[in-house]
């Protein structure tokens, strides 16, 4: 049985976890407010930008580009991404059961996070490439991953490229989400990772005729790389308000938790200074009966 002197340690203790996590937890509730606004102020732009790609594609004629070739799927990428950091209730471990569920032979990763880094290390698949980001993404970092796969597809070394990340639903809620990526098809507009899937965006006749200046391969060549970048960039902001949103959450379960666990040794340690007391009492009443 433990003492008073133990339960008043375990307190002790315990307060001082509480304290971390509870610093730990407004820090993430700053970051996750900066992180989620980001991310819902992308969402516009993306939505603006998959209209556009259906306005320009209604209007291109015969117009193909070496990322919309299907071919038969011999060799999978999956861009992995994932935190850097842990302490974030079950987002990654979620994560990385989906990735446990794809075939180790057929299956080349680029990875965006330590963790997934780790995790594919750890469990020794093939690992192509390793990038990290930082709290606020950049474009530039995004377009450093977006490139390292469209050259893996456009060399032939894989036949299809996949995304795997956390997608941000609300506070309480982010859930791994799989987008396809490469290839294109028949210029899918890039709007997954904010809640909607992919649409097909192919030519069709319409009484509008649009001129392209200087030309419709040179304008949707340029503008097709520039949707992927940035819907590799939308994904990064997406897994940082899912990252911190989880760990303000896993943070306040744990502080909350604390509080909880203080007040049940607290209540076991008045107990024990009571019976101690009492028995304290009987031990000196007894003494003094037999002395008559």
């Known amino acids: 049985m433990a003492s008073t002197r133990d339960i008043r340690r375990r307190i002790k203790s315990v307060k001082n976890t509480a304290q971390i996590t509870k610093a730990m937890q407004m820090v993430a509730a700053a970051k996750m407010r900066k992180a989620q606004q980001a991310a819902l102020v992308g969402r516009p732009y993306a939505q603006l930008l998959n209209v556009m790609m259906a306005e320009a594609a209604s209007g291109a004629v015969g117009f193909s580009h070496e990322l919309m070739q299907a071919r038969p799927v011999k060799k999978r990428l999956v861009i992995l991404v994932s935190s850097d950091r842990g302490l974030c209730g079950g987002l990654n471990g979620n994560l990385f059961r989906e990735v446990a569920k794809l075939d180790k032979n057929t299956t080349v990763f680029i990875t965006a996070g330590k963790k997934a880094a780790a995790f594919i290390a750890r469990t020794k698949r093939n690992l192509a490439a390793e990038f990290s980001y930082k709290d606020t993404p950049e474009y530039g970092e995004a377009r450093a991953i977006s490139k390292s796969a469209q050259q893996m597809f456009l060399k032939g070394e894989v036949d299809a490229v996949d995304i795997l990340f956390p997608r941000f639903i609300n506070t309480l809620t982010q859930s791994p989400h799989t987008v396809p990526f490469l290839p294109i098809g028949k210029l899918a507009a890039v709007s997954a990772g904010i809640g909607a899937e992919k649409t097909e965006l192919a030519s069709h006749d319409t009484a509008e005729v649009y001129e392209f200046e200087p030309d419709e391969k040179q304008v949707l060549g340029e503008l097709l790389p520039h949707s992927l970048n940035f819907q590799m960039h939308q994904i990064l902001l997406e897994t940082k308000a899912s990252e911190q949103s989880a760990r303000m959450v896993a943070m306040k379960n744990a502080t909350d ?36």
Do not use: C, F, P
């Open 257 to 292: 938790n604390a509080k909880q666990i203080i007040k049940d040794l607290t209540l076991e340690y008045n107990k024990l200074r009571q019976a101690n007391i009492t028995k304290e009492l009987l031990e000196i009443t007894t003494a003094q009966m037999a002395l008559g």
